[in-house]
């Protein structure tokens, strides 16, 4: 997946937010298969667990029997058709999730050859808001930032300044009269 590219930048702004948020005696569930960020977060000294590449929109045995404290998802959830149960089926209170955003003079990402990395969403900040806030989640914190790339012209130009991934720390939303359940 990072044969010519290492998102260096990418990482660097999502481990600074994740520390900023979640302590390292907290265990997460980092939906996804292991990848070079979950490795880095091990590196940090944090415990993770991944998803084992099974379909989420239709398998969510592993994050429903899961009992970390915080979900983490990392450009996930724009894979998924329905992220909306998936997110309804975190036990965790805890979640961090990322998303790229969707970029107005840029097509959808769209893959012929992996159906494993198609876009089905390209949300935009307060689409992913709405989504998280009515599958039952609470956003506390949230960050930007801009994705640069190293080429001449127009595109190139505006990904100086326009943001290209949004992250959010979000708490399991406390319904009236129910106690906040912990692991």
Known sequence: ????????????HTLSFLKKHISKDQSILDLGVEN??????KEQGYS?????????DKDFATVAGSGAQVVTAFEIFEHLLAPFNVLREIKADKLVASIP????????YQSKTDPWDRHY?????????????ASGWEIKDRAKWTN???KLGIR????RFTPRYYIVYAERKVAAGKIKRHS
């Open 101 to 108: 955003l969707r970029l107005w003079f840029s097509p959808a």
């Open 148 to 150: 640069p790339i190293k």
């Open 1 to 12: 997946m990072y044969e010519n590219t290492y998102p260096s930048k990418r990482f660097s």
């Open 48 to 56: 993770v667990e991944n998803t084992k590449g099974e379909d989420l």
């Open 156 to 159: 190139p130009l505006l990904r």
């Open 36 to 41: 070079p960020f979950s490795t880095i977060l």
């Open 121 to 133: 969403h390209e949300f935009e900040d307060w689409q992913f808001d709405w989504l998280l806030e």
